[in-house]
T-cell receptor, first 114, second 109 residues
Framework: KAGVTQTPRYLIKTRGQQVTLSCSPI?????VSWYQQTPGQGLQFLFE???????NKGNFPGRFSGRQFSNSRSEMNVSTLELGDSALYLC?????????????FGPGTRLTVT | QKEVEQNSGPLSVPEGAIASLNCTYS??????FFWYRQYSGKSPELIMS????GDKEDGRFTAQLNKASQYVSLLIRDSQPSDSATYLC?????????FGKGTRLHILP
């Protein structure tokens, strides 16, 4: 069974630009959750999608958005990038959601904003 | 502001000893509690989940939950050098999950 995949793995963007990150969950998993990890703030929850619907949301500004497709693949978009958005963005896959006793993280996308 | 607190460490434990990692949380309505292990440069890996008061054992790992004291802990028995990593405590409540900043564990050979 293939694991969680994230593309691209590395990305360099300029302030003010927007970026789209992609996450493909484990086959059969309907929940995809997104996280931001920085040295200063640690790991923070962005949002969760389940069966194409956003089910849970963390405390991030509206510049951070996402969506999920019918094949459970998910994308996260960040508009009007700021230097502080530089981080490792992780997605996690689960069959039932963030309360589940199974969560599988992808390798992450390292975003650098200059 | 809901918070999850962990001692950042590093916590140094001799090989073969018991490592004890602790976590406190502020939100009394929290329902689900998790421990993740993260090796340097790698993604987090879920190693334990606990949902009710008491102890839950899985191999060398034991999670302990005390909702009245808003405290969750992870014990690692017979610590091995491969257990050296950062351990993240996570608490789910309402519609979001909050992580502690992690405790760095170093197992001394």
């Amino acid at each position: 069974k293939a694991g969680v995949t994230q593309t691209p793995r590395y990305l360099i963007k300029t302030r003010g630009q927007q970026v789209t990150l992609s996450c493909s969950p484990i086959s059969g998993h309907r929940s995809v959750s997104w996280y931001q990890q920085t040295p200063g703030q640690g790991l923070q929850f962005l949002f969760e999608y389940f069966s194409e619907t956003q089910r849970n949301k963390g405390n991030f500004p509206g510049r951070f958005s996402g969506r999920q497709f019918s094949n459970s693949r998910s994308e996260m978009n960040v508009s009007t990038l700021e230097l502080g958005d530089s981080a490792l963005y992780l997605c996690a896959s689960s069959s039932s959601g963030i309360r589940s006793n199974e969560q599988y993280f992808g390798p992450g996308t390292r975003l650098t904003v200059t | 502001q809901k918070e999850v607190e962990q001692n950042s460490g590093p916590l140094s434990v001799p090989e073969g000893a018991i490592a004890s990692l602790n976590c406190t949380y502020s939100d009394r309505v929290s329902q689900s509690f998790f421990w993740y292990r993260q090796y340097s440069g790698k993604s987090p890996e879920l190693i334990m989940s606990i949902y009710s008061n008491g102890d839950k054992e899985d191999g060398r790992f034991t999670a302990q939950l005390n909702k009245a004291s808003q405290y969750v802990s992870l014990l690692i028995r017979d610590s091995q050098p491969s257990d050296s990593a950062t351990y993240l405590c996570a608490v789910e409540g309402g519609d979001k999950i909050i992580f502690g900043k992690g405790t760095r564990l170093h197992i001394l050979p």
